[in-house]
């Protein structure tokens, strides 16, 4: 079930000054004063196009057996540039594009965000764009109003997906741990995709690889040194499109473990499309069977007693409008690096920022809706709180016993082969079991993480 957000104001609109001075402030959900985020021409039209139309084909798209999807890109403007996120209708692939200050030709584009549906009507122009064809965007809280030689369009704002807040919220947690991997001319991505089958449902499922080499990508059958995985690799033929209008394409994946090897298991994937004054980015999750928001890989972070406050400490810098890394919010907060980072979050988690490869640092969207408390949307979080505050948690020395009666489960540390604690705690429940961690801990460990997080800032 979807669920709808209402619009938040900074403050309500008013009268001020007097008598001849007498002003009238108009407030919109930008929280500047404006009615619009941007209303110009963008210069490359034609590449533009191409990517919006993308865009608007991911979320369509699914990789699983449920019902179709929207059309509903998100529209952030903001740090001088505008940014337009989809989800699939899985929840599994998730894009974006970055038109950057020499992509737009208006002024600088104020501070919002808006959500929107892309309708036939407005699909059939793009795709009709061609050559000198102008492309004009007005972006508001209400409405994206697209201007061609064929007419004007106007796309109201729609409801933003429930599930998109959790999409948001995994997305920028899985991307912040990837890195560079390989850049390649456009035409030599081009060349692997064209390898792939078309992307249905059934097909997503095949995991493959890729070695860097010699500037260009080779197909590996197995992972090796230096491999990057690709997940479902069927759902990147999404990009052919766009595809034949960039420059290069920029590969990031997570590092080789610290014997040199791939990672165990498939892992995301970020595919990064130079264009014109623009960047578009693919994010696949590791497993096209299942989305962002059922990766659980927030829970650690929002368990942190102190995450919600400092993360209003984020959001309350005056100056954070271009992306920032967490060396330069540490600095700026005086908060350690991993309270930055359970800060950050936190954000995430209300949907406020997202993570931007290329910069290696996070962006903020001026949501202009509230997104509620994150347990809403984590609901091992609330079981987990709630063990908690029933007393379900019984400590006997490294061990801890989870649970009454005959649901009691055990908590304890893992070791690594070599017998050394590595840091993780495991648990006797079957969710632990089935996942060993990979969808984010269960409801026992992250109560055991609340008690022992409480004792350590009481230590403090």
Known sequence: MEQSFGYTYLRPSALRGAGAERTIALETSSGSGHPRFFDGFLTAPVPAAAA??????????????????????????????????????????????????????????????????????LRRALALLAGLDPLRLT??????????????????????????????????????????????????????????????????AATRWVLPAGGGLRPASRPAPGA??????????????????????????????PEGGPADGPTPVGWELRLPGMRFFL???????????????????????????????????PDWERPAGPAELARRTGLPADRVRAALTALGASGRIGYDLAEEAYFRRELPWAAGDPEAFNPRLRAARELVAAGAVRFDGPLARVGAGDRVHLVRPEADAAGRPNGRLGCTCQWWARYRGGRGPCRHVLAVRIIQDSSTKDAR
Do not use: H, I, M
């Not at 759902?235 to 920029?250: N, Q």
């Not at 096209?288 to 927030?298: D, L, M, P, Q, T």
């Open 139 to 204: 972006v508001g809280p209400d409405a994206l109003e697209v201007a061609t030689f064929d007419g004007r369009f106007v796309e109201k704002r729609v409801p933003l997906p429930r599930r998109w807040l959790r999409g948001f919220a995994e997305a920028q947690v899985l991307a912040a741990g990837l890195v560079p991997r390989a850049e390649v001319p456009a035409a030599e991505a081009a060349a692997l995709l064209g390898t792939l089958p078309p992307p249905t449902r059934q097909a997503a």
């Open 283 to 317: 994010l696949l999750s590791q497993d096209a069977r299942r989305g962002f928001s059922g990766e659980g890989g927030v829970l650690d972070d929002l368990a942190a007693g102190a995450a919600e406050e400092d993360a209003e400490l984020l959001a309350a810098l």
């Open 52 to 121: 919006l139309l993308t865009l608007a084909e991911v979320a369509a798209a699914r990789f699983d057996r449920g019902p179709g999807g929207s059309r509903d890109p998100v529209v952030t403007a903001g740090g001088g540039l505008l940014r337009l996120e989809s989800f699939s209708g899985c929840g599994g692939v998730y894009a974006r594009l970055d038109v950057l200050p020499s992509g737009l030709d208006g002024g600088e584009p104020g501070r919002g965000t808006t959500n929107v549906d892309v309708n036939p009507p």
């Open 228 to 257: 990057v995985c690709l997940p479902g690799a069927e759902r990147l033929s999404l990009l052919r499109p766009v595809l034949r209008r960039a420059e290069s394409v920029r590969l990031y994946a997570p590092a080789d473990g």
